[in-house]
T-cell receptor, first 111, second 112 residues
Framework: DGGITQSPKYLFRKEGQNVTLSCEQN?????MYWYRQDPGQGLRLIYY???????QKGDIAEGYSVSREKKESFPLTVTSAQKNPTAFYLC??????????FGPGTRLTVT | DAKTTQPTSMDCAEGRAANLPCNHS???????VYWYRQIHSQGPQYIIH???NNETNEMASLIITEDRKSSTLILPHATLRDTAVYYC?????????????FGKGTSLLVTP
């Protein structure tokens, strides 16, 4: 099956710890994105990558970091510098110029 | 990017057409109108997009006014599984690629 995998679905961490969210795709898409969603809100862009070994900050990149060493993988690290990390995190790829495909998301809770 | 305005919520009876409006009065000539939907606790799903002409696919129809300042997404025969938040997005290619700006959308409730 082609698709986007995000794991785990639920993640719990203590405040002050860094945590890495996984995003893997087998769609052979070049562009990948990370979004954050807070309750009752729309999605906000954290980071995006249009090609391997290249990535750019989105609107809310502070406290986050990414890497893109392989086409299939675009992991997101939520660092201790992120002041409000509890949120729903969504990874997406760009299929054609008009359609983004989203993964199932990871719900991160930091206490 | 052009800003969009959508109603916060709408109801629709099962089997009826759901008509979801979107205002985008500041849209520019090279910006497309996209519709996505998000079922609770899942990732958004692409529905349809258009530039000037009306569009139809297996999921929905998109009607864009001649001046392009507003559009309507039509789900012709709504089912309970169409209950979701529907996002209208106006976008063109930019420095952030095709990254999408999601507002709060319209929460559609389809009732039996």
């Amino acid at each position: 099956d082609g698709g986007i995998t995000q794991s785990p679905k639920y993640l719990f961490r203590k405040e002050g710890q860094n945590v890495t969210l996984s995003c893997e795709q087998n769609l052979n898409h070049d562009a990948m994105y990370w979004y954050r969603q807070d309750p009752g809100q729309g999605l906000r862009l954290i980071y995006y990558s249009q090609i391997v070994n290249d990535f750019q900050k989105g609107d809310i990149a502070e406290g986050y970091s990414v890497s893109r060493e392989k086409k299939e993988s675009f992991p997101l690290t939520v660092t201790s510098a992120q002041k409000n990390p509890t949120a729903f995190y969504l990874c997406a790829t760009q299929g054609n110029p008009y359609e983004q495909y989203f993964g199932p998301g990871t719900r991160l809770t930091v206490t | 990017d052009a800003k969009t305005t959508q109603p916060t919520s709408m109801d629709c009876a099962e089997g009826r057409a759901a008509n979801l409006p979107c205002n985008h009065s500041t849209i520019s000539g090279n910006e497309y109108v996209y519709w996505y939907r998000q079922i609770h606790s899942q990732g958004p799903q692409y529905i349809i997009h258009g530039l000037k002409n009306n569009e139809t696919n297996e999921m929905a129809s998109l009607i864009i006014t001649e001046d392009r300042k507003s559009s309507t997404l039509i789900l012709p025969h709504a089912t309970l599984r169409d209950t979701a938040v529907y996002y209208c997005i106006v976008r063109s290619y930019s420095n952030s690629g095709y990254a999408l700006n999601f507002g709060k959308g319209t929460s559609l409730l389809v009732t039996p």
